[in-house]
């Protein structure tokens, strides 16, 4: 009785989660990922709401169905880390998640590598001098480093933290305006989507920080 619970906690809402994805999948990576994409997640829900029509009754047992969702991923969670406690001792435990940690690493430097191969086969195509490319490389490693001060810095509401890093893309994305068209930037910014299909990407893993380009 147990699992039929379970699964039907976890199937309904995939149904919705279904239907969000494709909008969630243009959404942009940020400073503070976490709370900023849940954000970002329910207002994608409710804009998709309100096109569907859906009624407030309805969309209120959505939402339960979700929260419902939520505490069934906990449960299971909860079960497996108490299974895996059974099955490793202290130094399988250790040496799993020190593969983990090395092969998260291993990935973090190949999606670099590959993103800069894409970069440089951009720069060949577009036939830019090199005066133009150190300049976007430039612009670039200011990018990352304004990324990194915005996602630690402390802010007063979510609101405000989304308008800063808002202010930082805009910014980012009027300086390369200055060398690129419209039809390079957008094949820049597809260049240098990150992969989130990575170790652990399937069970929370991590996802990188900031964009690598506006």
Request: hydrophobic letters at 35%; proline letters at 3%; charged letters at 35%.
């Amino acid at each position: 009785m147990k699992k039929t619970s379970l699964t039907r906690k976890l199937f309904a809402p995939a149904l919705l989660a279904a239907a969000i994805a494709p909008l969630a999948l243009s959404a942009s990576a940020a400073p503070d990922e976490g709370g900023h994409h849940r954000e970002h997640r329910a207002e994608q829900r409710e804009a998709l709401f309100e096109r569907a029509g859906l009624d407030a009754e309805t969309r209120d047992a959505l939402a339960e169905a979700r929260a419902e969702h939520h505490q069934a991923l906990q449960e299971l969670q909860a079960e497996h880390r108490e299974r895996l406690e059974e099955i490793l001792d202290d130094d399988q435990r250790a040496a799993l998640e020190q593969a983990k940690r090395e092969m998260r690493q291993e990935w973090r430097a190949e999606q670099r590598q590959a993103r800069e191969t894409r970069l440089e086969a951009l720069f060949d195509e577009w036939q830019l001098d090199e005066a133009t490319r150190e300049t976007l490389r430039e612009q670039r490693a200011a990018f990352h480093a304004e990324a990194q001060a915005l996602h630690d810095q402390t802010f007063d509401s979510r609101e405000d933290r989304r308008a800063a890093w808002q202010a930082l893309r805009a910014d980012y994305r009027e300086t390369l305006a200055e060398h690129l068209d419209e039809e390079q930037l957008s094949r820049l910014r597809e260049a240098m989507r990150p992969d989130h299909k990575g170790p652990g990407s399937h069970h929370g893993g991590e996802r990188p920080r900031h964009p690598d380009a506006g």
